[in-house]
Nanobody, 127 residues
Framework: QVQLVESGGGSVQAGGSLRLSCTAS????????MAWFRQYPGKEREGVAA?????????YYAESVKGRFTISQDVAKNTVYLQMNSLKPEDTDMYYC???????????????????WGQGTQVTVSS
């Protein structure tokens, strides 16, 4: 079992920045991708960014966040980050960390590829 714990959420003004952290424990070493998803009440959870933790750190992003968000990892800390810049009110969501084995990198932002999830951290962007 993989345990994922997010932190770093909060409230920020539009145009501001936040950095989310997700620390993994348990058997996270066996997973090759970690990702960030977000979900607004009444909407489906959507993929935001993913990183290949199996080596090389290839990054994948939803089109809506390209150029604004950056996913990264600290291998020594077993932690992934989501640096969010130029935040917009529409970025207001609960953000969830996920991890799993994903065979096809075309699917790394699909919710159904992940079985291990954190509890979520709230991000609120006000105008």
């Amino acid at each position: 079992q993989v345990q994922l714990v997010e932190s770093g959420g909060g409230s920020v003004q539009a145009g501001g920045s936040l950095r989310l952290s997700c620390t993994a424990s348990g058997h996270s070493y066996s997973k090759n991708f970690m990702a960030w998803f977000r979900q607004y009440p009444g909407k489906e959870r959507e993929g935001v960014a993913a990183i290949y933790t199996g080596g090389g750190g290839a990054q994948y992003y939803a089109e809506s966040v390209k150029g604004r968000f950056t996913i990264s990892q600290d291998v020594a800390k077993n932690t992934v980050y989501l640096q969010m810049n130029s935040l917009k009110p529409e970025d207001t969501d609960m953000y969830y960390c996920a991890a799993d084995i994903v065979i096809n990198s075309d699917y790394v932002l699909r919710r159904d590829q992940y079985n291990y999830w954190g509890q979520g951290t709230q991000v609120t962007v006000s105008s």
